[in-house]
């Protein structure tokens, strides 16, 4: 931490350099920077690797499975006996980029996988 201020310091103008109650406002102000940045982000649901989907096999793979590669599922939904599941994510930041992924499964009444959509943005 010391050599980080020892930098800082040296990036002042000259004046301020040696001016020990205006460079501690600048130094606190420059402190301040990380938070500010990070406080425009948020995020909904839980992060994971839509890839994994691929690894999922129709009439084979169970739900069982699908957790055990994707983490616990944001929903479900029962119809006529098949079970639907879905996973979410969505991360934006203040500077407008972001991400969002979302992979939905479907399994029979055998608990077998029936059908898969997944995709991010």
């Known amino acids: 931490m010391a050599l980080i201020r020892k930098d800082l310091r040296q990036a002042l103008p000259f004046g301020l350099q040696n001016n020990t109650r205006v460079r501690g406002d600048y130094m606190r102000a420059l402190s301040l920077v990380p ?3 990070l406080a425009g982000c948020a995020s909904t649901g839980r992060d994971f690797d839509i890839s994994k989907i691929d690894q999922l096999q129709t009439g084979v793979s169970t739900v069982t499975d699908a957790v055990a590669l ?9 119809t006529n006996n098949m079970h639907t599941y879905a ?3 969505a991360h934006a930041t203040a500077f407008g980029t972001g991400h969002a992924k979302t992979a939905i ?3 029979g009444p ?5 059908s898969r959509t997944g995709g991010s943005q």
């Open 105 to 107: 499964l479907t399994f």
């Open 35 to 37: 938070v500010l940045l």
């Open 110 to 114: 055998d608990g077998k996988l029936v």
């Open 87 to 89: 996973w979410s994510f």
């Open 70 to 78: 994707l983490g616990p599922y944001s929903t479900e939904a029962v």
